[in-house]
């Protein structure tokens, strides 16, 4: 059995911080990738950021520049520090994992959700 579990969403100004944070605990082998996904209300889930074990990352276009992913291996943990929040950030964040958690054995999981609100 493999469970995130995520810290640091909350409400915040427009223009100001937030840090996300994701640890992986269970049977794991590895995790690759591990990364945070959000959905707004009465949208679809979209992938904002996320991080292969090598370091290669993707994100979200319109984060680029202003959220940046890192990860700690060695402690199953994933961090997003999100600067210049805005109100198109408000969302639920979750953390995904795709763990080895076996030999060739691979799930997905997710983190249970961690409300980021924007006031302008």
């Known amino acids: 059995q493999v469970q995130l579990v995520e810290s640091g969403g909350g409400l915040v100004q427009a223009g100001e911080s937030l840090r996300l944070s994701c640890a992986a605990s269970?049977?794991?082998?590895?995790?690759?990738?591990m990364g945070w996904y959000r959905q707004a209300p009465g949208k679809q889930r979209e992938l904002v950021a996320r991080?292969?074990?090598?370091?290669?990352?993707n994100y979200l276009d319109s984060v680029k520049g202003r959220f940046t992913i890192s990860r700690d291996n060695a402690k199953n943990t994933v961090y997003l520090q999100m600067n210049s929040l805005n109100s198109a950030d408000r969302a639920v964040f979750y953390c995904?994992?795709?763990?080895?958690?076996?030999?060739?054995?691979?799930?997905?999981?997710w983190g249970q959700g961690n409300p980021v609100t924007v006031s302008s």
């Open positions: 995904n994992a795709q763990v080895e958690w076996g030999q060739c054995q691979y799930k997905g999981v």
């Open positions: 269970g049977s794991i082998f590895s995790i690759n990738p």
């Open positions: 991080m292969f074990s090598g370091g290669t990352t």
